[in-house]
């Protein structure tokens, strides 16, 4: 198998950022309109070049910042690339430092309690606190699932990529809807990694290897508890399929069936479902725009959780097409960006030492 190249690495960490940054502008909104997203997009784009004036600069106005998504996916850089592995007591103590550091990057309310714990100079097990969220349940919030492209940017092995996704995921999120959502996005963007992939042979890989995730006691327990259907995430991926099958799918019923919520389970299908479905035109999204715009100018349209939606879609398309369709004017406008290129290049570079 081929090695994946540079490009789709930092098209994985810039989609991700993208998604992040521009999705945060729409975060929360139940209604999206299409043609307001799309004039806030086109403000982006560099100023025509006035008459006999001077020459166009680059983006317009302030830049964009990133959310607590971007804000944790950077510590589970951070952590990776200083360590050369996972380390669950160094990954922790960056989450808590960072929300000491900035804590009003928007960070679900919840999670606030872990850092709060972890900080504690009496934490001595750094997954406790994790586990003592809603009465011991454990959170079921896409939080682990949003920062987690880091993980199959550093493991290449399939088994590796599931193990760390998880162990990532349960510094925060102990219940088995918040951490095999994040378990379903690592193995995302890690087939978005290899060369042509069909999108039928994505999505059956997906199924197959979330049927034996979700299999084990405590998936199956967690997802009865709180009132699902046994293999909730791999249901939800057969909807997928199916919905692929079709000529078109209303908003409406992507809505109903897949969510636009901050639960793992009403997010992460629906930023696979966006990735996937946007690999073709959309007959309301401008043909200018190519694939990776497209998915994360659909996810934003969407509503709802607009910047964790976009920036898990963003991760795995930046991943899928690489840096060539992340547009330079959309980047620019996005904090630290700079820093982002530089964080996919050591990665690679971590990436292809362990192989
Ligand atoms: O999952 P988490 O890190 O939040 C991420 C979201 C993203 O949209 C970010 O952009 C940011 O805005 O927040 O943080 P948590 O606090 O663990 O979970 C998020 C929310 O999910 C919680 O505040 C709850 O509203 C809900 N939630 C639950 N509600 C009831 N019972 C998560 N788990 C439970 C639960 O077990
Ligand atoms: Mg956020
Ligand atoms: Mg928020
Ligand atoms: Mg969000």
Same mark, same amino acid.
């Given at each position: 198998r081929p090695r994946p190249g540079l490009a789709r690495f930092r098209g994985c960490l810039a989609?991700?950022?993208?998604?992040?940054?521009?999705?945060?502008?729409? #975060?929360?909104?139940?209604?999206?309109?299409?043609?307001?997203?799309?004039?806030?997009?086109? @403000?982006?784009?560099?100023?025509? &070049? #006035?008459?006999?004036?001077?020459?166009? @600069?680059?983006?317009? @106005?302030?830049?964009? &910042?990133?959310?607590?998504?971007?804000?944790?996916?950077?510590? +589970? $850089?951070?952590?990776?690339?200083?360590?050369? #592995?996972?380390?669950? $007591?160094?990954?922790?103590?960056?989450?808590?430092? #960072?929300?000491?550091?900035? &804590?009003?990057?928007?960070? @679900?309310?919840? %999670? %606030?309690? $872990?850092?709060?714990?972890?900080?504690?100079?009496?934490?001595?097990? $750094?997954?406790?606190?994790?586990?003592?969220?809603?009465?011991?349940?454990?959170?079921?919030?896409?939080?682990?699932?949003?920062? +987690?492209?880091? !993980? &199959?940017? %550093?493991?290449?092995? !399939?088994q590796d990529v599931k193990k760390f996704a998880k162990l990532s995921a349960e510094l925060t999120h102990a219940n088995s809807l918040g951490y095999n959502g994040a378990i379903l996005q690592a193995l995302a963007v890690h087939l978005a990694l290899q060369e042509g992939l069909s999108r039928e042979t994505f999505l059956e890989q997906l199924i197959s290897h979330m049927e034996h995730v979700e299999a084990d006691d405590k998936s199956l327990s967690d997802a009865r508890a709180l009132g699902f259907e046994d293999l909730p995430f791999s249901r939800r991926l057969k909807k997928i399929k199916e919905f692929l099958e079709l000529s078109s799918v209303p908003k409406a019923d992507v809505l109903f069936e897949l969510g636009n919520g901050i639960a793992a389970l009403r997010s992460v299908p629906t930023a696979i479902y966006s990735f996937l479905r946007c690999m073709d035109a959309d007959p309301d999204i401008p043909e200018h725009y190519n694939a990776l715009q497209r998915t994360i100018i659909y996810c934003i349209s969407l509503g709802g959780d607009t910047d964790t939606i976009a920036t898990m879609a963003g991760a795995i398309a930046g991943a899928y097409y690489g840096e060539e369709q992340v547009p330079p004017s959309w980047e620019q406008s996005c904090e630290a960006f700079q820093e982002t290129q530089r964080m996919a290049k050591s990665l690679y570079e971590l990436y292809c030492q362990r192989l």
């Open positions: 989609g991700a950022l993208l998604g992040d940054c521009l999705g945060a502008v729409f #975060e929360g909104r139940s209604v999206v309109k299409l043609p307001e997203l799309l004039s806030f997009l086109k @403000g982006l784009e560099p100023a025509p &070049p #006035e008459e006999g004036g001077e020459a166009a @600069g680059s983006a317009r @106005g302030e830049s964009l &910042p990133y959310t607590d998504d971007t804000a944790m996916s950077r510590s +589970v $850089v951070q952590s990776l690339l200083a360590k050369q #592995e996972f380390d669950e $007591v160094d990954m922790a103590k960056r989450f808590a430092e #960072e929300y000491k550091k900035e &804590p009003n990057r928007g960070y @679900g309310m919840a %999670v %606030v309690n $872990v850092f709060k714990k972890l900080l504690s100079p009496k934490c001595s097990d $750094v997954f406790e606190p994790a586990r003592a969220q809603f009465n011991g349940k454990g959170s079921y919030g896409n939080g682990g699932a949003m920062r +987690v492209a880091g !993980i &199959p940017l %550093v493991y290449s092995d !399939i």
